[in-house]
């Protein structure tokens, strides 16, 4: 057997040394193959602060600190008017119900205190007026009425009307009491007070407090009934809804306002009352 030569050494070796490199480039593609590279963690996302109920919040409850909690929200999702304060919502009534989580908005809060703001006009709609509508009628005047209630309007009139036959002709006067419900679910946009007694400042309790412990915010209390009168309704109308409204007042309407549940919806349906349909409803004799 002949022995090899050293060319034959050289090729021997140049055989093994590229088959262990491809060996290990074929070990390499497997393990990238079988675990890929991590993939680039994202930027955290951009949050601001937003006021937000920690719990649900039924229709007319006056908002207390443990209802609110202020979380952060990606700011794309951050509507232009969002809150983030609890100053600014604490002891304002809710004209909605909320559940958990919702974020708290200007439009879904009242001020029980009647203040009128400067700022009404930007609470109307493009279609709407804003009027101010006399206290004339009981419900309005004994001070129980609030901003954001739901009332309707009822009227009675003295309106002439033309005989309807000779013999009547000959008798009573053309001049009758009409009586109806002339507007329906008005909301009281606000109330003009006047205050007719100074209000005593609340003593302040003598609070012991740790250091660096911080006093919960407690809205300004709301004046009592006998501390202030109301003078005006403020209205948010229809131009045509306005302009009946004026009409009226103006021919001598006597007005009463009646008080609606805040979740009613419906639109009454009622019959104009007149000293006829007095007679036939209670089956009155007249000699």
């Known amino acids: 057997m002949k022995r090899l030569g050293s060319r034959g050494i050289l090729i021997i070796i140049f055989g093994i040394l590229v088959l262990g490199f491809g060996t290990y480039m074929t070990w390499r593609f497997l393990q990238g193959a079988l675990n890929p590279l991590p993939l680039a963690t994202p930027p955290p996302p951009v949050t601001e602060k937003v006021l937000v109920t920690s719990r649900g919040v039924p229709l007319g409850s006056v908002l207390a600190p443990n209802d609110l909690v202020v979380v952060?929200?990606?700011?794309e999702l951050v509507p232009l008017n969002r809150m983030n304060d609890l100053n600014q919502a604490i002891g304002k009534v809710t004209n909605v119900s909320m559940v958990a989580g919702e974020m708290i908005l200007p439009h879904h809060l009242i001020d029980p205190s009647n203040v009128v703001d400067r700022t009404l006009a930007f609470s109307l709609k493009d279609d709407?007026?804003?009027m101010a509508f006399p206290i004339v009628d009981l419900m309005s005047s004994l001070n129980?009425?609030?901003?954001?209630d739901v009332v309707d309007?009822?009227?009675s009139i003295q309106e002439e009307v033309e005989p309807q036959s000779a013999l009547s002709a000959q008798g009573e006067t053309g001049a009758k009491l009409f009586t109806f419900d002339s507007m329906q679910r008005i909301v009281i946009a606000a109330i003009v007070m006047d205050v007719v007694q100074a209000q005593q400042p609340?003593?302040?309790?003598?609070?012991?407090l740790t250091p660096g412990a911080q006093t919960t915010p407690q809205p300004p209390p709301e004046p009592s009934r006998g501390q202030t009168r109301p003078v005006a309704l403020m209205l948010a109308l229809a131009p045509q809804d306005a302009l009946v409204?004026?009409?009226?007042?103006?021919d001598g309407a006597i007005f009463d306002l009646v008080l609606r549940s805040p979740t009613s919806t419906?639109?009454?349906?009622?019959?104009?009352?007149?000293?006829?349909?007095?007679?036939?409803r209670y089956q009155l004799l007249i000699r």
């Open 245 to 250: 409204l004026k009409h009226l007042k103006d």
């Open 128 to 130: 709407q007026v804003m």
């Open 153 to 155: 309007i009822l009227v």
């Open 202 to 208: 609340a003593p302040t309790p003598q609070a012991i």
């Open 266 to 280: 419906q639109l009454f349906e009622t019959i104009p009352v007149t000293s006829e349909y007095i007679i036939e």
């Open 72 to 75: 952060d929200v990606p700011v």
């Open 144 to 148: 129980i009425l609030k901003k954001g």
